[in-house]
């Protein structure tokens, strides 16, 4: 992988952005098998990004031709909560209906209002960030949030949130290193924000 490049998302990246999604999304870990269904964190956190903003969906391209790491965001999450409610929920609804609603993962996937947090209306942007292990630790996490941050700034947002997973250590220290100052920590995750007055592009 010494050819890595980041590029913009492609739909030919679809499928591999699933994948990315799915094999660390056990905080920073590989979730196969952890929820009801595989396809099921993908669906919430990363395929309905590059639909929705495809223009702020950004790929680390493995040398090859294929996505080996991500960064995903929209410059207004209150807009992106409408979209999904109405038209990406029913989908989902549809789709895993079998589904034992009461389960964590089915109840965030159905239930995009959770992201609509008071106390970030100074930060409307967020996003998500994983890259697969064969390319953590070498810079391109920092890379990727510099220039998703720039993508943002562009859009109009004023400042980008996220949320990292408690028991994610790496995640827990990185974001302060790439300018975030944690704001809120509730037990099961954690939110960070970041300013975007004076970016530039990356």
Not at 61 to 66: F, H, I, K, N, S
Not at 81 to 101: F, I, K, N, T
Not at 182 to 190: K, P, Q, T, Y
């Amino acid at each position: 992988m010494s050819d890595v490049a980041i590029r913009p998302y492609a739909p030919s990246d679809r499928d591999a952005v699933r994948e990315i999604c799915l094999r660390t999304g056990d905080a920073g870990g590989d979730a196969t098998g952890t929820t009801p269904d595989d396809r099921l964190l993908p669906d919430t956190y990363a395929l309905p990004y590059v639909d929705h903003a495809p223009d702020l969906a950004f790929v680390v391209d493995d040398g090859g031709g294929r996505a080996a790491g991500y960064v995903l965001g929209v410059a207004d999450t209150a807009a992106f909560v409408r979209w999904y409610r109405a038209g990406w929920a029913p989908g989902l609804a549809e789709r895993y209906a079998h589904l034992d609603a009461a389960h964590t993962a089915v109840r965030q996937a159905l239930d995009p209002e959770r992201m609509l947090v008071p106390e970030l209306a100074e930060y409307p942007a967020h996003l998500h960030i994983d890259l697969l292990p064969p390319l953590q630790r070498r810079g391109l996490g920092r890379r990727l949030i510099e220039h998703e941050c720039a993508a943002l700034a562009a859009a109009g947002a004023s400042g980008v949130h996220l949320g990292v997973a408690a028991g994610n250590a790496d995640g827990l220290a990185f974001y302060p290193r790439v300018g975030f100052t944690r704001v809120r920590g509730d037990g099961d995750s954690v939110l960070f924000v970041r300013p975007l007055d004076g970016e530039s592009a990356a």
